[in-house]
């Protein structure tokens, strides 16, 4: 081999290493903390934002870009999929559906702090603002309720025109002085105990009885449902989720409720095992201006898959009025 050819080879190895050094350094400083804090932007792909954080915050963006957009936030321990059948529908009614993994849930990351309702909120801030959306539809199922909630404490209504609370957990749902109907700590404790104990067997008992009142006489399990959840549930992660439970129980929304001024929707089912309607839904209503209470007999918590066609028939009536 001559000189010349071993000095090319040589050149066209250091350039390698230096790409692929490149390449590592790249992803690294796309989700350095300090490097969001610095650029103070988020940063944006098709299908991911990066908070100021850090933080990667996966989403779906499905429907006409013309339409009018609508957020569906998702409930525990769950992630964007579980809204596909709204959402589906939503889209084929010509409205822009955006839905997105809370951090710790799903695709997005999965950090170690930051598992509440405070960042929560400020994560799907910075969704929209990296989205530019405005004229929104924001809607909450359950855990997804409070950060609606908390969003319209934190950054107000600006973006939105109008709002959705639906099997959600605002108020509050634990049990104190001031909120007398809630429920007790030991619930919550209890479901914390069974998330170190054996999680999974904790998510499979959740989906296959009180979530969609499958332990109730009469029901008929769907597996695929049952599946449907658990793996959800299972690909979010261990920490996120135990801290989780903490944000939906404890965190106080009565005070963003006051701050509602758009129209309103509540549903609710009557027969809530998880988050019961009296507490939730009907106390929601009575504290928001310009909502819209309805209540679905017998039905669930998990009433947008067991009762989706009467849910979606109701949701997009509201979000075409």
Same mark, same amino acid.
């Given at each position: 081999? %001559? %000189?010349?050819?071993?000095?090319? %080879? ?9 790409? /692929? ?6 992803? *690294? ?10 650029? @103070? ?7 991911? !934002?990066?908070?100021?954080? @850090? ?6 963006? &499905?429907?006409? #870009? ?9 409930? &525990? ?10 959402? =589906? ?22 950090? &170690? ?24 539809? *924001? /809607? ?9 909630? #908390? ?8 973006? !939105? ?10 108020? *509050? ?37 009180? =979530? ?7 029901? $008929? ?7 449907? &959840? ?15 439970? $903490? ?19 509540? !549903? ?41 066609? $009467? ?6 009536? =509201?979000? $075409?009025?």
């Amino acid at each position: 081999m %001559s %000189s010349k050819t071993l000095d090319t %080879s040589r050149r066209s190895a250091m350039t390698g290493a230096a790409l /692929a050094a490149a390449a590592v350094a790249l992803p *690294l400083a796309a989700v350095s903390g300090d490097s969001q804090a610095a650029t @103070g932007k988020v940063q944006k792909s098709v299908s991911t !934002i990066t908070t100021r954080d @850090g933080v990667e915050i996966y989403y779906k963006d &499905w429907g006409p #870009r013309a339409g009018q957009p609508v957020i569906l936030s998702h409930g &525990w321990p769950l992630n964007a999929d579980s809204w596909e059948s709204a959402a =589906f529908h939503l889209a084929n009614n010509g409205f822009r559906v955006i839905t997105h993994d809370r951090r710790g849930h799903g695709r997005s990351s999965q950090p &170690w702090d930051g598992n509440d309702m405070d960042h929560y909120a400020d994560d799907l801030a910075q969704l929209i603002e990296a989205l530019d959306l405005k004229n929104i539809i *924001l /809607a909450g199922f359950s855990t997804g309720g409070g950060e609606v909630a #908390r969003y319209v404490g934190r950054h107000g209504t600006k973006r !939105i025109a109008k709002l959705g609370l639906i099997s959600a957990v605002p108020p *509050l749902m634990l049990k104190t002085d001031t909120n007398p109907g809630g429920l007790p700590m030991e619930v919550f404790d209890g479901i914390r105990a069974a998330s170190v104990a054996n999680r999974a067997q904790l998510y499979l008992d959740l989906a296959s009885g009180p =979530f969609y009142n499958y332990n109730r006489p009469g029901a $008929k399990p769907s597996q695929g449902i049952i599946d449907a &959840w658990y793996a959800q549930g299972m690909q979010a992660g261990h920490k996120n989720t135990y801290d989780s439970i $903490k944000a939906f129980s404890e965190t106080d929304f009565r005070d963003d409720l006051k701050k509602f001024d758009k129209p309103t929707l509540i !549903i609710h089912g009557e027969d809530d095992q998880i988050v019961p309607i009296n507490a939730a839904g009907r106390a929601s209503a009575a504290i928001v201006k310009h909502a819209k209470l309805i209540t679905y007999p017998g039905a669930p918590h998990g009433l947008t898959d067991t009762h989706k066609d $009467k849910f979606n028939a109701d949701f997009l009536a =509201f979000a $075409k009025s």
